[in-house]
């Protein structure tokens, strides 16, 4: 009798390890496309990423930069101070994105250009992302503005 109950024990534990290792999987597999990693330009150019991966960039972007093409696609420079990105996106900038400013990107790095798909501008004169904060503070070149 003690032996089926032990049998029975170990046979739900077993199942139940089983159960949460294929639903940890389930839930990485379906995640894989929505995370998204930060890098600064510096980050970029010292350690360039696979054509293929999907990332954010962020940092200011660069006085005197921006180009407007023929069509919609719309060239810049995002810098962090350190090293410098060149920038491609083909779609309607936010009213906000401006040089000198901070923004964040999302898209790949392909032939030493970052192909945005999307472009995030500051959304008030005081206002940078966390992360774009950081690096520019890393680099020495982040100014605290009196905001608040």
């Known amino acids: 009798m003690k032996t089926l109950k032990k ?6 534990i077993v199942l139940a390890v089983v159960a949460l290792a294929l639903s940890t999987g389930l ?3 379906a995640m894989r ?4 990693f930060f ?3 510096s980050q970029v150019i010292a350690e360039p990423p696979l054509p293929t991966e999907v990332f954010r960039i962020g940092g200011l972007v660069e006085e005197g930069s921006i180009v407007r093409g023929q069509g919609e696609t719309v060239h810049f420079v995002v810098t962090d101070g350190g090293e410098s990105v060149p920038v491609a996106f083909t779609g309607v900038l936010p009213d906000l994105f401006s040089e000198n400013q901070g ?3 999302t ?5 030493g250009v970052f192909e945005a798909t999307e472009i995030l501008a500051k959304h008030d004169e005081t206002y940078m992302p966390k992360e774009v904060v950081d690096a520019l503070k890393e680099q020495g070149v982040y ?3 009196g905001g608040s």
């Open 33 to 36: 496309d929505g995370i998204n």
């Open 143 to 145: 100014k605290e503005t």
């Open 103 to 105: 923004m964040v990107g």
């Open 107 to 111: 898209g790949s790095y392909v032939n």
């Open 39 to 41: 890098r600064s330009p």
């Open 7 to 12: 049998r029975r024990r170990v046979q739900v």
């Open 27 to 29: 839930i990485g597999y």
